[in-house]
T-cell receptor, first 114, second 115 residues
Framework: AQSVAQPEDQVNVAEGNPLTVKCTYS??????LFWYVQYPNRGLQFLLK??????LVKGSYGFEAEFNKSQTSFHLKKPSALVSDSALYFC????????????FGRGTSLIVHP | GAGVSQSPSNKVTEKGKDVELRCDPI?????LYWYRQSLGQGLEFLIY????????KSGLPSDRFSAERTGGSVSTLTIQRTQQEDSAVYLC?????????????FGEGSWLTVV
């Protein structure tokens, strides 16, 4: 079985400050991990993914995420938040040895204040 | 096409009516997914198609829901005898290459409201 948890429904951060959106996962084997962003009334857009290799993954719009196997986490980070980063963020996981269907978290609403 | 295309973008239907939602994946993508997004519920997997293999229907919530994919391309999700709890955004997505690894691209969704 595979599952993903996004413990925060909402994250508030001031523009220019660093941001972190948390994600933890559970899989039987090794994980493939993904982050997506959803702007209001839009579909999900791919940000970045971890498949193998370097634990620090860099993606679109200046976002990055760090895979931490011991803590089973894949937190999304950005050094300096923009108001335009305000959106709904989804973490997803797929068990490498499991089905081809990723499981998504419930989403975290990021609000960046001017 | 350039991206995953879904239609209609918005649909209001009366309780008990049947609805069809269409998805046109990115050209050449062999994998196609349907998810449902309800308010505050995250994304709920519905069904997965991969090439000519039998679809994985394990996420369909009831026998009122069905989906088909014709010619390995366009997919239609059908909801029969709609209920108010079916109101949600229905998202279609596709991917190519190695299933489960390659990036999944989502459409803009079909917003369904059952009144």
């Amino acid at each position: 079985a595979q599952s993903v948890a996004q413990p925060e429904d909402q994250v508030n951060v001031a523009e220019g400050n660093p941001l972190t959106v948390k994600c933890t996962y559970s899989v039987s084997g090794n994980p493939y991990l993904f982050w997506y962003v959803q702007y209001p009334n839009r579909g999900l857009q791919f940000l970045l993914k971890y498949i193998t290799g370097d634990n620090l993954v860099k993606g679109s719009y200046g976002f990055e995420a760090e895979f931490n196997k011991s803590q089973t986490s894949f937190h999304l980070k950005k050094p300096s938040a923009l108001v335009s980063d305000s959106a709904l963020y989804f973490c997803a996981v797929r068990d490498k040895e499991g089905s081809y269907i990723p499981t998504f978290g419930r989403g975290t609403s990021l609000i960046v204040h001017p | 096409g350039a991206g995953v295309s879904q239609s209609p973008s918005n649909k209001v239907t009366e309780k008990g009516k049947d609805v069809e939602l269409r998805c046109d994946p990115i050209s050449g993508h062999t994998a196609l997914y349907w998810y449902r997004q309800s308010l505050g519920q995250g994304l709920e997997f519905l069904i997965y198609f991969q090439g000519n293999s039998a679809p994985d229907k394990s996420g369909l919530p009831s026998d009122r829901f069905s989906a088909e994919r014709t010619g390995g391309s366009v997919s239609t999700l059908t909801i029969q005898r709609t209920q108010q709890e079916d109101s949600a955004v229905y998202l279609c997505a596709s991917s190519s290459g190695t299933p489960g690894i390659d990036t999944i691209y989502f459409g803009e969704g079909s917003w369904l409201t059952v009144v």
